[in-house]
């Protein structure tokens, strides 16, 4: 299981660069970024690619879970067995720092962040009720990849990984065998309505 843990790892580095949120405001889509746009402070507004004009955009968090992964992935390929608990803390500082960088474009923290400008700072409280934030499937990859690197790397440190190796290819087994019942009694079902029709008299004319 140990060389496998390079998947999800892999996978979840992959994920910083598919779509992860959009921001609409009464069904209109006025933002968009990836995950690597986020940390970067690379945001499509309106259509137009917006670029932080300095560092105070880019999201601190998020590029330490870049880090975070990207370490992880180089103790996977750089060491033993001995690294399942650095590997294991990599993935779930990753975890954690991904959703406290995300959580500053949910909804409320929007709303607190607007309130702190005061009511004068651009949109008012009904424009700002009408946002909609939403996370797409990069955003939710990653944290499953993460949390299945967590689990497998959990699993070698407590020296649980032949348990769970021979129950997954029992589950796979049995996966396989049902999956052939299923396939036979359709094609059975497929040879008797075919049998029967063979076996109706023809209409006349």
């Not at 999800?8 to 405001?25: D, E, H, R, Y």
């Not at 690619?49 to 999201?59: F, I, L, Q």
């Not at 474009?105 to 309130?115: F, L």
């Not at 946002?131 to 949390?147: E, T």
């Amino acid at each position: 299981m140990w060389k496998w843990i390079r998947i999800p790892k892999g996978i979840a580095l992959l994920a910083f660069l598919l779509p992860w949120m959009t921001i609409s405001c009464s069904n209109q889509k006025i933002a968009e970024a990836s995950g690597f746009g986020l940390a970067f402070g690379r945001i499509s507004a309106m259509g137009q690619a917006a670029s932080a004009s300095d560092g105070a955009s880019m999201n601190l968090w998020l590029i330490l879970a870049l880090v975070a992964i990207a370490g992880g992935l180089f103790l996977l390929f750089t060491k033993g067995r001995e690294a399942a608990k650095l590997v294991l803390g990599t993935s779930v500082a990753a975890l954690v720092l991904i959703l406290v960088g995300t959580w500053r474009y949910s909804k409320d923290a929007i709303m607190a962040e607007a309130a702190k400008d005061g009511s004068n700072g651009g949109m008012d409280q009904a424009a700002l009720a009408m946002i909609q934030v939403n996370w797409h499937f990069g955003y939710w990859l990653v944290l499953l990849a993460l949390i299945a690197a967590a689990v497998m790397a959990w699993l070698v440190m407590s020296g649980k990984e032949a348990e769970a190796e021979a129950r997954m290819r029992s589950l796979a087994a049995d996966a396989a065998d049902a999956a052939k019942g299923a396939a036979a009694k359709a094609s059975e079902a497929i040879d008797t309505a075919t049998d029967k029709k063979d076996d109706e008299p023809p209409k006349a004319p």
